[in-house]
Every structure is written in structure tokens, then in C-alpha cells.
């Protein structure tokens, strides 16, 4: 049958299994979004208040659902506001498709209106990016952009269309993509080494990164932790992946990772590395990393091998099917001595903050406790940032929703949003810093206007705090542009926008505020005020060994 362009567009969406996109409409791309009103019974689109709104919305859809996620903007700065969004989800690791629309074909190099060459711009932020200009192939091109988006290690996919695609005809057939993506698979001799590694292992240390999460490999850490008596530590991006509350969990590792955690990697004699690409913020000091162990890391993508720390073996494909394979190969055995040494690390470098005022770490403690551990968490970055992978419990995967890779401020609660429109069922909260607030406060605005129930929690602390402590650290303390002391009253901010507001300022407060946010329908807004001065504790310098973490008692021993 003979379609338009963009009903071309919307019959792919459909036959991807897409039911929610996000995104803001323009010139370029209205003939879409004129197929789209068409549709509307069969595809929901989110209106956000700007385009990278709706790229943070699809990644955090994607990140809590396992599905790609989708947005769509118009050519020129429609498209250039998706950028961050863009470079967000590759960053980590995110399946996304995004569909811009560009000027007519005739119109293309001749600086038209609202023009601009946006496969150019993000092509080293996406694993592909398309730019369409004939309809015959827009089917394919769309198909073969999903099929990319989800394979292998996952990311975004970028295809733009010109507006004269958008509007002629072409026959249409229902299909699927033609692309086939070639698994770097591993084979038996890589198997058996990573087996007898393991095997021979007496301190055996779990690492796990989001590729777990990715792959949905949470069963089978669990299961060989469990099988070789082994502790397992995580990354900003594992969080979920194995359950905190498991007594073989030692807590985040690297710059404001556990104590626990850090000096487990020290003493180990084998790393298992799974999923975990070894990020400058987990490893510190690459030569000094892990010096007592040898390094097996299983990984999706054979470009992580030996990229940042040297290995002495390798399994390279999805995690979940190594796992599968490589379980049956190992001795089922107790460490002991090894559990009991790293639980007395455990006890002995507990993370501790002050009780007795209000801090962002109690009301997480206090959000975890009252959830009990089951919310949808997203954040923004910086301090809270961490706090919340410290001190909020996760126990399964694609609860934690944040920005690891390019630390993108204001990315958590257009994430949130799309979390909650993927997971309607579930309590999805927000934790962002009062400078993160005010980069995407305006989607507030796109949670109110469809009753988008989103727990919005702002720690307000009237500074950047986290380049703050950096520069109590080791800047001299001198706090240049991180002051954010001024007129902006937060609660006023969000109640204009639609959404009911709530000021914290005792710790007795802070359960009475959750109950009441988690009991709305709609959006609501918590904000917390802190102390200027918390910081966040254990930290790594930069550039030194994740041996080396100190806290605040550390420091008041030196002085």
C-alpha cells in the first residue's frame, strides 16, 4: 500500500512495539506530528516544555523499562536541544532513537531556515545516525535504527528526515529490519580460562557494572556470587544489579565509593569485572589499581578490553549468556576467612553522616525506608547524586536512573518523567541539588499539565555543593561562582508551574512530607534545606589510589 512518509513513520513506531514517544513539535516536522494526531489511540506523545527535556524523558523511559526510547524534535536548535540528551544515553550505554526532520532536500546546504547539519553534529555521540531523503528507503532506515539502538552494547541512533521524505509516497510493506548485528562471540578455551581463574581464586572480588543491568544479568551475578563465597561491590551504573541488602554487598566502589569497597579491590587476588567499562571515577589511580589481583573482565564490547586498566583475561559478549555458560564450570565452595575479612571492613568503615540535623543522606534513608527500597529513584548530579547511590538501598535493576557518564545536570527529573510514564505502577522520585533544579525546572511544568505523578525532591544547600567541596578540598576554599544564595523561592517556583510544593526544614518533617507526596496523583515538589557545608564522604583525590578514600574523621586527624 502507497503511504505518505510520515504514516511510513508511524506504521515502523508501531511495528517496533513503541507506545510512547516524547517530544516538541516545529515546522519541519509538523507532517509527523500531523500523522501522529491520527494515531493517538495507539501511540501516546508526551509535549515536554523543551527538546532536551524529551531526550532525558526517553533515556529514563529506556533506562526503567528495557524498551528503546523515542523523541522527536525539528530541524535546527529543535534538534540541537537534543544533544545533551543524545550524548547522556551514549554515554551510557541507553537504547534511543531519536527523529528529527530536517528541510526539504532542495533546500539542504544553502543555510535555509532553522537548517543545520545535525547527523554531522552528534555523529561521535551516537553508535549510527541517518539522514533520509527518499522515502523508499525510510522503512528501512528506521527498522535497521532500532535494530542498532538494542543490540550489543546498546545507545542512541539518530535519523533525520527531510521534510519532502516526510510528504511524498511510497509502497509500504510491514517488516522487520534486514540489519543483523554480528556478535563478537567468545568460545570454549575463553570459558575454561575464566573458569580456572576463578576456581584457583582464594579472595575472590565481584565488580559489577551496568552492563549487568543491561543484559538483565541480576539472577546470575547473584547465583555466582553465591556459588564461590564471593563479595560483590558496584558501580554509580550497577546500582541494582545485585541487591544492597544482601550480606555479601560491600557498597559502591571508587571516589565516594565505601571504604569497604575500596579497600576490598586491594587486597583481592581476583577482580571479576563484569559489564564495567573501569571509569577514571571507579579505578583513581590506574597503576596502583588492583595490584594484588588478576583482572577477569567480561564485557559486551571488546573496545573496554584493556582500554583503562590491563586485564590477565577476557569473555567478550552479553554478559547474561557468558554467565549461563560459565556457571556450570565452577566449584560451588565457602571463603570464609576471605567473607569474614571484608565484613569486618564492613563494620569497622560504616558510612556515617550527622544525626542530628537535617541532612540529604537521612532523607534518603528515611525515602528508603518508607518505599522500602522498591521506589524508581532518578537524579541529577553531584552531591546528592551520590548520596543516593550510598545510602538509598537498591535491590533490582533499572531502579537507578542517573547520568554516570556525562554527569549531565538537570537530566533527573525529565528521566523521572519518563520513568513514571513507563512505569505507572510504581513510586518514581527525583533527587536533584537546588543548582540542578534550575537547569530543566520548566518540565515540571509537562508532569503537572498530565497529572505525571513524580515525587520532585530539591536538597537546597544555596550552593553548587558538589564543586563546592572540591574547592574546600583543594581549592582553598575559595568559592568562586558556587554561591547560589538569592531570591528564588523553590515552593512559589513549583506551585506556578502546577505542582503541589512542600518546605523541609527538621528532620521530624521529612517523614510527614514523603507520606504526603507518595499519597498525591500528581506532581509534588519537596524542598529540603540543608547545611552549605555537608560534603560527601568517603572521597578518593583525583588521580590517587581508591586505597587512599578518606572522610571527614580522617581530616579532623591530620589536623
Not at 248 to 262: E, Q, R
Not at 275 to 292: I, T
Not at 375 to 402: E, K, N
Request: glycine share 10%.
Amino acid at each position: 500500500m502507497k503511504l505518505t512518509g510520515s504514516e511510513i513513520v508511524i506504521e515502523v513506531l508501531k511495528e517496533e512495539g513503541v507506545d510512547t514517544v516524547f517530544g516538541y513539535p516545529g515546522g519541519s516536522i509538523l507532517n509527523i506530528y500531523d500523522a501522529l494526531y491520527k494515531h493517538s489511540d495507539e501511540i501516546r506523545h508526551i509535549l515536554t516544555s523543551h527538546e532536551q527535556g524529551a531526550s532525558h524523558a526517553a533515556d529514563g523511559y529506556a533506562r526503567s523499562t528495557g524498551k528503546v526510547g523515542v523523541c522527536l524534535a525539528t530541524s535546527g536548535p529543535g534538534s540541537t536541544n537534543l544533544v545533551t540528551g543524545i550524548a547522556t544515553a551514549y554515554m551510557d550505554s541507553i537504547p534511543l532513537v531519536a527523529i528529527t526532520a530536517n528541510v526539504g532536500l532542495p533546500s539542504l546546504g544553502k543555510d535555509s531556515f532553522q537548517e543545520v547539519d545535525i547527523s554531522g553534529i552528534t555523529m561521535p555521540i551516537t553508535k549510527h545516525g541517518y539522514i533520509v531523503k527518499d522515502v523508499n528507503i525510510l522503512a528501512d532506515t528506521l527498522r535497521k535504527a532500532f535494530a542498532i539502538a538494542r543490540s550489543g552494547r546498546p545507545g542512541p541512533v539518530l535519523v533525520d528526515i527531510t521534510k519532502d521524505v516526510t510528504a511524498n509516497e511510497a509502497e509500504y510493506t510491514p517488516g522487520k529490519s534486514s540489519y543483523h548485528f554480528k556478535d563478537k562471540r567468545y568460545n570454549e578455551a575463553d570459558l575454561q580460562v575464566a573458569a580456572s581463574l576463578i576456581n584457583e581464586a582464594k579472595k575472590p572480588f565481584i565488580y559489577v557494572g551496568g552492563g549487568a543491568v543491561i543484559s538483565g544479568a541480576a539472577e546470575e551475578v547473584k547465583t555466582l556470587a553465591e556459588k564461590i563465597d564471593a563479595p560483590v561491590c558496584d558501580t554509580l551504573m550497577g546500582k541494582g544489579a545485585f541487591d544492597a541488602t544482601n550480606p555479601l554487598y560491600t557498597g559502591m566502589v571508587g571516589m565516594h565509593g565505601t571504604k569497604a569497597s575500596d579497600r576490598t579491590i586491594g587486597d583481592c587476588d581476583l577482580l571479576i569485572a563484569m559489564g564495567a567499562r573501569f571509569s577514571d571515577r571507579v579505578v583513581g589511580n590506574a597503576k596502583a589499581f588492583a595490584k594484588k589481583a588478576k583482572i577477569l573482565h567480561i564485557d559486551v564490547d571488546n573496545a573496554e578490553i584493556n582500554k583503562n586498566v590491563r586485564t590477565d583475561a577476557c569473555v567478550i559478549g552479553d554478559l547474561k549468556k557468558v554467565l549461563q555458560e560459565l556457571l556450570p564450570l565452577l566449584e560451588e565452595r565457602k571463603n570464609p576467612e576471605w567473607v569474614a575479612h571484608v565484613q569486618k571492613y564492613k563494620k569497622d568503615f560504616p558510612l556515617k553522616y550527622s544525626k542530628d540535623r537535617l541532612t540529604c543522606p537521612y532523607v534518603i534513608e528515611e525515602l528508603d525506608r518508607i518505599t522500602n527500597s522498591e521506589a524508581i529513584v532518578s537524579t541529577d548530579v553531584g552531591q546528592h547524586q551520590m548520596w543516593a547511590a550510598q545510602y538509598y538501598r537498591f535491590r533490582h535493576p533499572r531502579q537507578f536512573l542517573t547520568s554516570g557518564g556525562l554527569g549531565t545536570m538537570g537530566y533527573g527529573l525529565g528521566a523521572a518523567i519518563g520513568a513514571a510514564v513507563g512505569n505507572p505502577d510504581k513510586t518514581v522520585v527525583n533527587i536533584g541539588g537546588d543548582g540542578c533544579f534550575r537547569m530543566n525546572l520548566n518540565e515540571l511544568a509537562t508532569a503537572s499539565r498530565y497529572g505525571i505523578h513524580v515525587i520532585d525532591i530539591i536538597i537546597n544547600n544555596d550552593v553548587l555543593g558538589m564543586v563546592r567541596q572540591w574547592q574546600t578540598l583543594f581549592y582553598g576554599k575559595r568559592y568562586s561562582q558556587t554561591i547560589l544564595t538569592d531570591k528564588v523561592d523553590y515552593c512559589k517556583v513549583a506551585e506556578g508551574l502546577g505542582c503541589k510544593a512542600i518546605r523541609v526544614t527538621e528532620k521530624s518533617q521529612v517523614e510527614p512530607a514523603l507520606r504526603e507526596a507518595m499519597a498525591e496523583k500528581g506532581p509534588v515538589v519537596i524542598e529540603c534545606v540543608v547545611d552549605k557545608d555537608d560534603s560527601v564522604f568517603p572521597m578518593v583525590a583525583p588521580g590517587k589510589p581508591v586505597s587512599s578514600a578518606f572522610d571527614q574523621d580522617d581530616l579532623m586527624s591530620e589536623d
